[in-house]
C-alpha cells in the first residue's frame, strides 16, 4: 500500500499532496448499469445526470479524485481507470469525462477501492472513498477484507457505499465496508434518492485521527474463518523455500504431521505461493503457519474453522431401477464418493451404482440408478476411505416418500459464502435490437444483410439473416459490427456501427467502394508472434502482447506493451511499457518503443495488413526479425501460412522437422534410435500422491530398462525411441499405489500418457474398474488417434478424443413426466487439477455460459473459460459425433416400411391401361 502511494503521488498536483484531507468517487461503469428503473431510464442515464450535479454542487476546496471502472472490456477485472487524479479539479470537465464512458465490463469493487486509498494524498490526515455501485464485486477479490485492512491504516479512510439499486440484501452484504471504515451505507433506488444520498456523503464531518496503536498486518491472505473440510488457496508475504511447509495447525501448537492441511510448498526453489490446503475437518480454533527448515515456525495467523454447511436437495420419491439426478454441496475432494445405501447400514456398505463428487465439483450434480427394490434409503457423501458419512438424506425408492427436512444447498451456500460477490451474469449486458437501412437517395430494394462482430471480448459470431430485406432487423450483443449488404455486382453497402443500449440503434449503412475500403481500428488486445525462416526449425514463439487504444480509425493510436521471455530472455519477461511513436499511414502500421536490458535500442515494429491482422518486421538497430501481429483471443494462422506470408513460397527441398516424424531406426538397433520427449503422469483420482517411475523396453530382441526414478513425482519427462513399445510402472509403496500400462511411443504424436492403476487382471477394465466411478461411460486412454465409441441405447456414436472420458448418456426427464427425445452426456479431461467439459443437449443453456454448435438435431456446447484445448478438442468431437436416438431411428425406418405415396407421370397413358399393364 505504502508503495502504491508514492508511486500515485507523484501524479498528483502540488495542492493535493498538501492536502490535509480528500476524496475520491469510484464510479461504476460495468454492464449491470444498463438495467433499467422503474419508467424505463436506465441507471447509467440518471447516474451521469445525479453525478454530474454532484460535482457542481460539492465543496470544489476539497480535492477530488475520480475512478471508473468496467467501461472498456468485457470480462476483465483489471478494466480499472483514473479519470482525475486527486486535486481541484473542473465540475463540468469531471462530468465530461463519465459521460462519454459506456458500461460494458465487469464490478472489480476491491481493486478499485485499493486504488483509491493509494491515491490519497501523503500529507491526508483523513479521506474518503465514495463507492456508487448497483451491483456486487464480480471479481476474486474480498471488499470486506480490503475495508478491515483501510480501517488499520496510519489515517482515518472512511469508505461510504452508495449502492444504487441494491436490494436489502445486497446492502447487507456491502455494509461490511462501511462497518469497518466508519462510513456510510445508502441504498437509494432513484434518481432523487442516489442525489439525497451523495450530498449526505458529502456534508459527513472529516473522521478523527486513529489513535496510532501499531497493528500487526496479517501475513497469510485468507479470512478470519475457514468451512471445515474445505480446500482454500492461499498467499502470503515474503517468498519461502519449496521444502518449507505450511498449513494448519492447533492453536499455540507446533508443525503438526504431514496431511491434506499441512505439508511442504513444493514448486520451483522459492516455493509455491499460492498453495492450496484443505481446512482441518473438525471445527475449532486453529493457526496459519509457515515454517522454515531449521528455524520452526516463522509466521502465526490465527484462524477458525467452522462447521461446514454440506448437504443434498431433497430428492423425495424416485422410480424403482431408473436413473435419478441430484445435487449438493460439499468438499469434493479426490477420492470421496456419493453412494446408496439402506438406512443404519454401515460405510463402506452400499449399492453398485456410486460416482466420485470430484469428476462433477464444477456442477455439484450427477445422475445415479435408483435400487430395483421399493423402500426408503440415504444418498450418502462419503469419506474417501470409505470409513465415515460426512453428510446424507433420505429418499424413497418405488413408493411415496414425504422429506419433512426444508434444507437446500442454496440455504446451505448462503450459511457458508463470505456473500461479497454477485450473482453470476450480474454484469452480462442486455441484448439490443438495432435496425440498419440504406442510405435515402439510392433504390430501397431487398438486400442480404450482415454484421460481424470487431470488439474482441465480443462472441465471434457473425449475424447474417438468411433472405434479402430492404432493412436489416436484430437483436445484437452490445459492441461495435462491421454491417453489409449486399445486393449483386453493383453496390455494397459498408459500415461501422456501435449498439448500444438506451439510444436508437437505427442506423443508415453507406455505400462503400472499392476505393473507398473499410478500415478497422486497431482497438484491444494484440500478440506479436516471431516466425523463423524455413531454414530455421523452430515453431512460432510468442514475443509481446500488446494492449492498444484506438477507439476510431483517426484517433491516435495509445496503449502498452507488454514483454514476453521469448524476446528478451526472462530478465525482461513481464516488462511493461508505452509507445514513443505508433502510427498508421497507408495500411502501414509502425509502433517504437524500447524495452531496455538487454535489449537497449529502440524496437520498431514496421507492418503491413495481413487476413485479420499484420505481418512485418520487429527490429532493433541492424538486427530483426519477421513477425506476425494478430488479435488477441483469436487463433493465428498455422506456421506454414505465417512463413508464405513473410517469406514466401517454401523451397522445393524444405521439409518441417517442427511437425514431420523424426527418423526411426530398425527395432534391431534401439541405441542409434531417434528419440522424443514424453511425458507419464499419475491418474487424477489419487490426487497429488508421486510415484517411482521405471519402464522397460519390450519391442527388441533384448529387453532392457529404459529408465528408473528414485524420486515420487505425478508427472516425469524422459526421452524414448521413437516408435518404441515399454511397459511403464509407477510405484509407491508408502501409499499403496501401483500404477501400471503398456505404452506405444507416436513418433508424431503429442506422447502425453496418464498410466492408470494397476487392476491386478489381464482382462480389460471399464470406467469403474479404473476409478472413475459409475456415471462414466468410456474412457480413452493412450490412443493419440482417438477411441471410437458407439452408445446403442442413445444413439450416440463419435471418435472420443485420447485421454478424455464420457458420462453414461440418458433422456432428461422433468418431475412433471415430460421427457426429451435427445440424449444428454458430458465429456471431461482432467488437465493439472481441473476438469474441462463439454455437453450435449445441456439443460438451460445460457449464451453467456459458451459456445454451442448443432451436431445433427443436437447440441454441443463448452463453457468460456476452460483451457485452450478444448476449443480443439471441442471441434475433433463435433467432426465425428452422429446423434441419432432410437426413436428417430425406428421412425425412419416405418416410413420406409410405411405405404408411401409416390408421383408416377402416365403421360397419355389413363389409369385402367396403367393398371393393366402392371398386371401383365
Same mark, same amino acid.
Given at each position: 500500500?505504502?508503495?502504491?502511494?508514492?508511486?500515485?503521488?507523484?501524479?498528483?498536483?502540488?495542492?493535493?499532496?498538501?492536502?490535509?484531507?480528500?476524496?475520491?468517487?469510484?464510479?461504476?461503469?460495468?454492464?449491470?448499469?444498463?438495467?433499467?428503473?422503474?419508467?424505463?431510464?436506465?441507471?447509467?442515464?440518471?447516474?451521469?445526470?445525479?453525478?454530474?450535479?454532484?460535482?457542481?454542487?460539492?465543496?470544489?476546496?476539497?480535492?477530488?479524485?475520480?475512478?471508473?471502472?468496467?467501461?472498456?472490456?468485457?470480462?476483465?477485472?483489471?478494466?480499472?481507470?483514473?479519470?482525475?487524479?486527486?486535486?481541484?479539479?473542473?465540475?463540468?470537465?469531471?462530468?465530461?469525462?463519465?459521460?462519454?464512458?459506456?458500461?460494458?465490463?465487469?464490478?472489480?469493487?476491491?481493486?478499485?477501492?485499493?486504488?483509491?486509498?493509494?491515491?490519497?494524498?501523503?500529507?491526508?490526515?483523513?479521506?474518503?472513498?465514495?463507492?456508487?455501485?448497483?451491483?456486487?464485486?464480480?471479481?476474486?477479490?474480498?471488499?470486506?477484507?480490503?475495508?478491515?485492512?483501510?480501517?488499520?491504516?496510519?489515517?482515518?479512510?472512511?469508505?461510504?457505499?452508495?449502492?444504487?439499486?441494491?436490494?436489502?440484501?445486497?446492502?447487507?452484504?456491502?455494509?461490511?465496508?462501511?462497518?469497518?471504515?466508519?462510513?456510510?451505507?445508502?441504498?437509494?433506488?432513484?434518481?432523487?434518492?442516489?442525489?439525497?444520498?451523495?450530498?449526505?456523503?458529502?456534508?459527513?464531518?472529516?473522521?478523527?485521527?486513529?489513535?496510532?496503536?501499531?497493528?500487526?498486518?496479517?501475513?497469510?491472505?485468507?479470512?478470519?474463518?475457514?468451512?471445515?473440510?474445505?480446500?482454500?488457496?492461499?498467499?502470503?508475504?515474503?517468498?519461502?523455500?519449496?521444502?518449507?511447509?505450511?498449513?494448519?495447525?492447533?492453536?499455540?501448537?507446533?508443525?503438526?504431521?504431514?496431511?491434506?492441511?499441512?505439508?511442504?510448498?513444493?514448486?520451483?526453489?522459492?516455493?509455491?505461493?499460492?498453495?492450496?490446503?484443505?481446512?482441518?475437518?473438525?471445527?475449532?480454533?486453529?493457526?496459519?503457519?509457515?515454517?522454515?527448515?531449521?528455524?520452526?515456525?516463522?509466521?502465526?495467523?490465527?484462524?477458525?474453522?467452522?462447521?461446514?454447511?454440506?448437504?443434498?436437495?431433497?430428492?423425495?420419491?424416485?422410480e424403482s431401477d431408473k436413473r435419478f439426478e441430484f445435487t449438493w454441496r460439499g468438499p469434493n475432494q479426490v477420492g470421496q464418493r456419493i453412494v446408496i445405501a439402506r438406512p443404519g447400514a454401515a460405510p463402506d456398505d452400499y449399492f453398485d451404482s456410486w460416482g466420485y463428487p470430484y469428476n462433477n465439483r464444477r456442477t455439484q450434480s450427477m445422475g445415479l440408478t435408483a435400487p430395483a427394490e421399493a423402500g426408503v434409503y440415504e444418498l450418502r457423501y462419503i469419506s474417501g476411505n470409505q470409513r465415515e458419512i460426512l453428510f446424507s438424506r433420505e429418499f424413497g425408492v418405488g413408493m411415496p416418500f414425504e422429506d419433512a427436512d426444508q434444507t437446500n444447498t442454496a440455504d446451505l451456500a448462503a450459511q457458508a459464502a463470505a456473500a461479497t460477490r454477485a450473482a453470476p451474469g450480474q454484469d452480462d449486458l442486455p441484448m439490443v435490437p438495432a435496425i440498419f437501412r440504406l442510405p435515402p437517395d439510392y433504390p430501397q430494394v431487398p438486400h442480404e444483410w450482415s454484421a460481424i462482430p470487431l470488439d474482441p471480448d465480443m462472441s465471434p459470431e457473425a449475424w447474417a439473416p438468411s433472405g434479402k430485406t430492404v432493412t436489416g432487423e436484430g437483436v445484437f450483443e452490445p459492441g461495435r459490427y462491421e454491417v453489409t449488404a449486399d445486393w449483386g455486382p453493383k453496390d455494397t453497402f459498408k459500415g461501422v456501427v456501435e449498439v448500444l443500449p438506451g439510444q436508437a440503434n437505427d442506423f443508415v449503412i453507406p455505400a462503400m467502394s472499392e476505393e473507398d475500403p473499410f478500415v478497422p481500428t486497431l482497438d484491444g488486445p494484440w500478440q506479436i508472434l516471431g516466425v523463423p525462416p524455413y531454414q530455421v526449425q523452430a515453431g512460432a514463439d510468442q514475443l509481446l502482447t500488446l494492449a492498444l487504444d484506438h477507439p476510431y480509425p483517426d484517433a491516435p493510436i495509445g496503449g502498452s506493451w507488454t514483454a514476453g521471455q521469448m524476446l528478451a530472455g526472462p530478465q525482461a519477461a513481464g516488462r511493461e511499457g508505452g509507445f514513443s511513436s505508433a502510427t498508421l499511414e497507408n495500411e502501414?502500421?509502425?509502433?517504437?518503443?524500447?524495452?531496455?536490458?538487454?535489449?537497449?535500442?529502440?524496437?520498431?515494429?514496421?507492418?503491413?495488413?495481413?487476413?485479420?491482422?499484420?505481418?512485418?518486421?520487429?527490429?532493433?538497430?541492424?538486427?530483426?526479425?519477421?513477425?506476425?501481429?494478430?488479435?488477441?483471443?483469436?487463433?493465428?494462422?498455422?506456421?506454414?501460412?505465417?512463413?508464405?506470408?513473410?517469406?514466401?513460397?517454401?523451397?522445393?527441398?524444405?521439409?518441417?522437422?517442427?511437425?514431420?516424424?523424426?527418423?526411426?531406426?530398425?527395432?534391431?538397433?534401439?541405441?542409434?534410435?531417434?528419440?522424443?520427449?514424453?511425458?507419464?503422469?499419475?491418474?487424477?483420482?489419487?490426487?497429488?500422491?508421486?510415484?517411482?517411475?521405471?519402464?522397460?523396453?519390450?519391442?527388441?530382441?533384448?529387453?532392457?530398462?529404459?529408465?528408473?526414478?528414485?524420486?515420487?513425482?505425478?508427472?516425469?519427462?524422459?526421452?524414448?525411441?521413437?516408435?518404441?513399445?515399454?511397459?511403464? /510402472?509407477?510405484?509407491?509403496?508408502?501409499?499403496? +499405489?501401483? !500404477?501400471?500400462?503398456?505404452?506405444?511411443? &507416436?513418433? %508424431? #504424436? @503429442?506422447?502425453?500418457?496418464?498410466?492408470?492403476?494397476?487392476?491386478?487382471?489381464?482382462?480389460?477394465?471399464?470406467?469403474?474398474?479404473?476409478?472413475?466411478?459409475?456415471?462414466?461411460?468410456?474412457?480413452?486412454?493412450?490412443?493419440?488417434?482417438?477411441?471410437?465409441?458407439?452408445?446403442?441405447?442413445?444413439?450416440?456414436?463419435?471418435?472420443?478424443?485420447?485421454?478424455?472420458?464420457?458420462?453414461?448418456?440418458?433422456?432428461?426427464?422433468?418431475?412433471?413426466?415430460?421427457?426429451?427425445?435427445?440424449?444428454?452426456?458430458?465429456?471431461?479431461? /482432467?488437465?493439472?487439477?481441473?476438469?474441462?467439459? +463439454?455437453? !450435449?443437449?445441456?439443460?438451460?443453456?445460457? &449464451?453467456? %455460459? #459458451? @459456445?454451442?454448435?448443432?451436431?445433427?438435431?443436437?447440441?454441443?456446447?463448452?463453457?468460456?473459460?476452460?483451457?485452450?484445448?478444448?476449443?480443439?478438442?471441442?471441434?475433433?468431437?463435433?467432426?465425428?459425433?452422429?446423434?441419432?436416438?432410437?426413436?428417430?431411428?425406428?421412425?425412419?425406418?416405418?416410413?420406409?416400411?410405411?405405404?408411401?405415396?409416390?408421383?408416377?407421370?402416365?403421360?397419355?397413358?389413363?389409369?385402367?391401361?396403367?393398371?393393366?399393364?402392371?398386371?401383365?
Amino acid at each position: 500500500m505504502a508503495l502504491l502511494s508514492a508511486v500515485a503521488g507523484l501524479a498528483m498536483p502540488a495542492a493535493a499532496q498538501d492536502a490535509d484531507s480528500a476524496s475520491i468517487l469510484i464510479y461504476d461503469a460495468s454492464g449491470s448499469m444498463w438495467g433499467q428503473l422503474d419508467g424505463g431510464i436506465s441507471k447509467v442515464e440518471i447516474a451521469r445526470e445525479v453525478i454530474g450535479d454532484f460535482f457542481a454542487s460539492r465543496d470544489n476546496s476539497i480535492p477530488l479524485g475520480v475512478i471508473a471502472y468496467g467501461h472498456n472490456r468485457r470480462s476483465d477485472c483489471s478494466d480499472i481507470e483514473v479519470i482525475a487524479n486527486v486535486g481541484i479539479n473542473d465540475p463540468s470537465g469531471l462530468s465530461s469525462s463519465l459521460n462519454r464512458l459506456n458500461p460494458r465490463g465487469m464490478t472489480p469493487i476491491t481493486d478499485a477501492m485499493s486504488l483509491a486509498a493509494s491515491m490519497i494524498p501523503p500529507t491526508a490526515e483523513s479521506a474518503d472513498i465514495i463507492l456508487v455501485t448497483d451491483g456486487l464485486e464480480t471479481c476474486e477479490a474480498d471488499p470486506c477484507a480490503l475495508a478491515a485492512q483501510l480501517a488499520n491504516e496510519g489515517i482515518a479512510i472512511r469508505a461510504h457505499v452508495v449502492g444504487f439499486g441494491l436490494t436489502k440484501e445486497e446492502g447487507e452484504v456491502m455494509s461490511c465496508v462501511a462497518d469497518a471504515t466508519g462510513g456510510l451505507l445508502l441504498t437509494p433506488q432513484t434518481g432523487q434518492e442516489l442525489a439525497d444520498a451523495l450530498r449526505q456523503v458529502a456534508q459527513v464531518e472529516p473522521a478523527p485521527a486513529p489513535e496510532p496503536e501499531p497493528v500487526a498486518e496479517a501475513f497469510f491472505d485468507i479470512g478470519p474463518k475457514a468451512e471445515a473440510g474445505h480446500n482454500y488457496t492461499i498467499s502470503f508475504k515474503g517468498t519461502a523455500r519449496n521444502v518449507d511447509y505450511a498449513g494448519f495447525t492447533r492453536r499455540g501448537e507446533g508443525a503438526p504431521d504431514v496431511s491434506p492441511s499441512y505439508g511442504v510448498l513444493g514448486g520451483a526453489a522459492a516455493g509455491s505461493n499460492p498453495f492450496t490446503r484443505r481446512a482441518p475437518l473438525e471445527a475449532g480454533e486453529y493457526d496459519l503457519i509457515l515454517a522454515v527448515t531449521g528455524q520452526g515456525v516463522i509466521a502465526r495467523q490465527p484462524i477458525e474453522v467452522v462447521a461446514a454447511s454440506n448437504g443434498f436437495d431433497a430428492i423425495g420419491s424416485v422410480e424403482s431401477d431408473k436413473r435419478f439426478e441430484f445435487t449438493w454441496r460439499g468438499p469434493n475432494q479426490v477420492g470421496q464418493r456419493i453412494v446408496i445405501a439402506r438406512p443404519g447400514a454401515a460405510p463402506d456398505d452400499y449399492f453398485d451404482s456410486w460416482g466420485y463428487p470430484y469428476n462433477n465439483r464444477r456442477t455439484q450434480s450427477m445422475g445415479l440408478t435408483a435400487p430395483a427394490e421399493a423402500g426408503v434409503y440415504e444418498l450418502r457423501y462419503i469419506s474417501g476411505n470409505q470409513r465415515e458419512i460426512l453428510f446424507s438424506r433420505e429418499f424413497g425408492v418405488g413408493m411415496p416418500f414425504e422429506d419433512a427436512d426444508q434444507t437446500n444447498t442454496a440455504d446451505l451456500a448462503a450459511q457458508a459464502a463470505a456473500a461479497t460477490r454477485a450473482a453470476p451474469g450480474q454484469d452480462d449486458l442486455p441484448m439490443v435490437p438495432a435496425i440498419f437501412r440504406l442510405p435515402p437517395d439510392y433504390p430501397q430494394v431487398p438486400h442480404e444483410w450482415s454484421a460481424i462482430p470487431l470488439d474482441p471480448d465480443m462472441s465471434p459470431e457473425a449475424w447474417a439473416p438468411s433472405g434479402k430485406t430492404v432493412t436489416g432487423e436484430g437483436v445484437f450483443e452490445p459492441g461495435r459490427y462491421e454491417v453489409t449488404a449486399d445486393w449483386g455486382p453493383k453496390d455494397t453497402f459498408k459500415g461501422v456501427v456501435e449498439v448500444l443500449p438506451g439510444q436508437a440503434n437505427d442506423f443508415v449503412i453507406p455505400a462503400m467502394s472499392e476505393e473507398d475500403p473499410f478500415v478497422p481500428t486497431l482497438d484491444g488486445p494484440w500478440q506479436i508472434l516471431g516466425v523463423p525462416p524455413y531454414q530455421v526449425q523452430a515453431g512460432a514463439d510468442q514475443l509481446l502482447t500488446l494492449a492498444l487504444d484506438h477507439p476510431y480509425p483517426d484517433a491516435p493510436i495509445g496503449g502498452s506493451w507488454t514483454a514476453g521471455q521469448m524476446l528478451a530472455g526472462p530478465q525482461a519477461a513481464g516488462r511493461e511499457g508505452g509507445f514513443s511513436s505508433a502510427t498508421l499511414e497507408n495500411e502501414v502500421l509502425q509502433m517504437t518503443f524500447t524495452v531496455g536490458d538487454p535489449i537497449p535500442e529502440p524496437m520498431t515494429l514496421y507492418l503491413t495488413p495481413y487476413e485479420i491482422g499484420y505481418a512485418g518486421t520487429l527490429s532493433s538497430g541492424a538486427m530483426g526479425i519477421s513477425v506476425v501481429m494478430w488479435p488477441g483471443g483469436y487463433t493465428p494462422p498455422s506456421l506454414s501460412e505465417m512463413r508464405e506470408a513473410v517469406h514466401g513460397p517454401a523451397p522445393g527441398d524444405f521439409v518441417d522437422m517442427t511437425s514431420s516424424a523424426p527418423e526411426v531406426s530398425a527395432p534391431s538397433q534401439p541405441a542409434t534410435a531417434a528419440t522424443v520427449p514424453v511425458r507419464l503422469r499419475t491418474p487424477f483420482e489419487i490426487g497429488d500422491v508421486g510415484v517411482q517411475w521405471s519402464a522397460i523396453r519390450t519391442d527388441v530382441q533384448e529387453m532392457d530398462i529404459a529408465f528408473a526414478s528414485n524420486d515420487l513425482e505425478t508427472s516425469f519427462v524422459t526421452d524414448l525411441a521413437a516408435g518404441g513399445t515399454y511397459e511403464v /510402472e509407477g510405484i509407491n509403496l508408502d501409499a499403496g +499405489i501401483v !500404477l501400471a500400462d503398456t505404452i506405444t511411443v &507416436d513418433p %508424431n #504424436g @503429442r506422447n502425453d500418457f496418464e498410466i492408470p492403476l494397476a487392476t491386478g487382471s489381464d482382462g480389460d477394465t471399464g470406467p469403474a474398474d479404473q476409478g472413475l466411478g459409475e456415471d462414466v461411460a468410456f474412457v480413452c486412454t493412450n490412443t493419440p488417434s482417438g477411441c471410437p465409441v458407439t452408445h446403442a441405447a442413445s444413439g450416440i456414436s463419435l471418435t472420443l478424443p485420447n485421454d478424455w472420458a464420457m458420462s453414461e448418456p440418458y433422456f432428461y426427464e422433468t418431475a412433471g413426466g415430460a421427457g426429451s427425445d435427445l440424449p444428454t452426456a458430458s465429456f471431461f479431461w /482432467e488437465s493439472f487439477g481441473t476438469v474441462n467439459t +463439454i455437453e !450435449l443437449n445441456p439443460h438451460q443453456w445460457l &449464451d453467456s %455460459n #459458451g @459456445r454451442c454448435a448443432p451436431v445433427d438435431s443436437s447440441q454441443l456446447c463448452y463453457m468460456q473459460g476452460q483451457d485452450m484445448m478444448v476449443d480443439v478438442i471441442f471441434e475433433m468431437i463435433r467432426d465425428t459425433m452422429s446423434v441419432t436416438p432410437p426413436g428417430r431411428q425406428a421412425a425412419a425406418a416405418e416410413s420406409e416400411r410405411s405405404g408411401a405415396v409416390y408421383p408416377i407421370d402416365l403421360s397419355n397413358t389413363t389409369p385402367e391401361a396403367f393398371r393393366q399393364m402392371l398386371s401383365n
